[in-house]
Each structure stands twice: as C-alpha cells, then as structure tokens.
C-alpha cells in the first residue's frame, strides 16, 4: 500500500513552494486534511485546486478522490507516527521513564493475575511429555525462548520455534501428551492461530499469553491475559514484555515447585557444570544460570 506519508517526509524537498505548503498541511494537521474537499484544501494552503490535483498525481494517486482514501488509509498506523509526542531527552528523565512504566507494567499485571489459571497452566507443563514454546515477532520470540531458557534447567523437555513453518510441522507432530505455549501480544498473529486450530483438532492442549479476547485467546484452552496501556511515546520499548517476563518467571517457578524433585536434580547438575568449567570454587554466581 501507497504510505503518503513517507513520501512526504523523504521528499519534501523536492516539492514546489506551492507542494511544499500542501504538504505541511497534511503532516501537521491530519485531522483537517482527511476531512478538507479540493477547495478547502486548496484554500488552506493557498494555492489552486488544479495545483492540488497535480499533487494528488505527484504521490501516485489519480484524483483527489483516490488520494482521500489513501490517505485515510495510511493514517490508521497512527498520526502519533507523524508528529510524536514531545519527550524529555535528558538521560535522568528518559531512565525514570523508563523504568517506571516498567514497574506499572509490573503491578498492573500482578493485579490482573488469576491465580486460578496460573495453576492450571503450571499443572498441564509440569506433568507435559513435551513441550513447544512458539512467538515470533521480537517480543513473541523472546518469551517462547525465554520459556525455554528458564523450564529445561527444571528437567522438562521443551523446545522453541520462531518460525511459522516449523512451528507447525511440530503442531502437527505433537503428541496427546504435550502442551503448545504461544506468545502473542497482538493475539491476531495468524500462523500462530492456525498453529491453535490443528492443536485443538488433534486434542493437544494449549496455553496462551496474549490479550484477552483476541482471535489467539478465543483459540487457547487456558488463557493468560495480559492487557496493558502502553501511552503515545513510539521511542520507548514496549513496556508490557516486563509483564509476560513476570508471567513466565510465576509459571515456571510453579512448574519447579510442582516438580521439586526432579527440578532440584537437574539443577544441581547443571551448577555442578558451571561449577567445574567456569566459576572453579566460587559458587555464589546467581543460580538462575
């Protein structure tokens, strides 16, 4: 799809006086230019409606007509994308920024949990024959990696993918034993669901962590919702990846506490290995790794 927008932007400086004012208009003041007809437009900016229309066919469209729905179009990825939000760029105010949205993220999660479905989910992986953790994407993919990193030190077998094609080759060799985990924070990721779909028809349970009431949570046998604000500043990383870290860390510390046993064994040989070949006698590095 034709993206105005960019066009505009990169090359701005090529445009007439008369294209150059037109444009402005359009960046800085969207929600008039997608209302304006060719005359209110034309007025605005001071120039005639012929000299519109030629800039309406200068960006690839053929008539005023055909540019206002393009442009409509292109001005659902956000106007905040356009003109973003004033933001302080000194390093104390962007680490507060950061780091408090990151503590929101994690007490409104933590009050969003349900205990209930964390402990079903917690149960179907601790007694999984196997268990695939799929995400793409690169939150998605960090989780269902993380899931992996952080579940095979207790002893379970798992495995992650982030690639849509392997992912469902392993979807459709899965069997009634093992459980499929996907990450998705859109929830419309539709391999992903498709993925769900031939689970469910083969009877393989899944575990969803995704927003609530998405096309992936409608899918799901168990469902983690997690469903944060995020605000209008495009240049912080996403804030919500700190919640679905949180959601694996309380899954999978369940998951060992269910499986304490053979959890504690496979953990003390791998520290043993730590041990030997990398810390020598020092045995106070974090046990988490």
């Known amino acids: 799809m034709l993206d105005i927008f960019t066009i505009l932007q990169e090359d701005r400086s090529l445009f007439s006086v008369s294209e150059q004012r037109i444009a402005d208009i359009l960046l800085n003041d969207?929600?008039?230019?997608?209302?304006?007809?060719?005359?209110?437009?034309?007025?605005?900016?001071?120039?005639?409606?012929?000299?519109?229309?030629?800039f309406c066919r200068r960006l690839g469209c053929r008539s005023f007509a055909d540019f206002k729905v393009k442009l409509a179009k292109t001005g659902f990825v956000g106007v905040r994308y356009l003109n973003p939000e004033a933001q302080s760029t000194e390093p104390a105010d962007v680490a507060e920024d950061v780091i408090t949205k990151a503590q929101n993220a994690l007490y409104l999660a933590h009050r969003s949990f349900e205990p209930a479905v964390l402990d079903k989910v917690a149960d179907r992986l601790a007694r999984a024959e196997m268990i695939y953790a799929f995400g793409s994407g690169g939150n998605s993919a960090m989780i269902a990696n993380e899931l992996q990193n952080r579940l095979f030190r207790l002893g379970s077998r798992i495995t992650a993918s982030c690639d849509h094609t392997m992912q469902l080759m392993m979807t459709a060799a899965a069997r009634s034993n093992d459980v499929l985990v996907g990450s998705s924070?859109?929830?419309?990721?539709?391999?992903?669901?498709?993925?769900?779909?031939?689970?469910?028809?083969?009877?393989?349970?899944?575990?969803?962590?995704?927003?609530?009431?998405?096309?992936?949570?409608?899918?799901?046998?168990?469902?983690?919702?997690?469903?944060?604000?995020?605000?209008?500043?495009?240049?912080r990383p996403t804030s919500t990846r700190f919640?679905?870290?949180?959601v694996?860390?309380?899954?999978?510390?369940?998951?060992?506490?269910?499986?304490?046993?053979?959890?504690?064994?496979?953990?003390?040989?791998?520290?043993?290995?730590?041990?030997e070949h990398r810390d020598g006698k020092d045995d106070k590095q974090i046990l988490g790794d």
Do not use: W
């Not at 005359?39 to 409606?49: P, R």
């Not at 859109?186 to 096309?215: D, H, K, M, W």
């Not at 694996?248 to 041990?275: C, E, F, G, P």
């Open 30 to 54: 969207f929600d008039f230019a997608v209302r304006a007809s060719i005359t209110d437009l034309a007025e605005k900016a001071g120039v005639s409606a012929p000299t519109v229309t030629r």
């Open 185 to 235: 924070f859109s929830g419309r990721n539709r391999e992903l669901i498709r993925c769900f779909e031939l689970a469910r028809e083969n009877g393989i349970s899944t575990v969803a962590l995704t927003g609530s009431g998405s096309p992936l949570a409608e899918m799901a046998e168990l469902v983690i919702g997690i469903d944060l604000p995020e605000g209008d500043n495009i240049f």
């Open 243 to 246: 919640a679905y870290l949180a």
């Open 248 to 275: 694996v860390d309380v899954v999978v510390s369940l998951v060992a506490y269910r499986n304490r046993k053979q959890a504690t064994v496979t953990l003390r040989h791998i520290k043993q290995q730590l041990v």
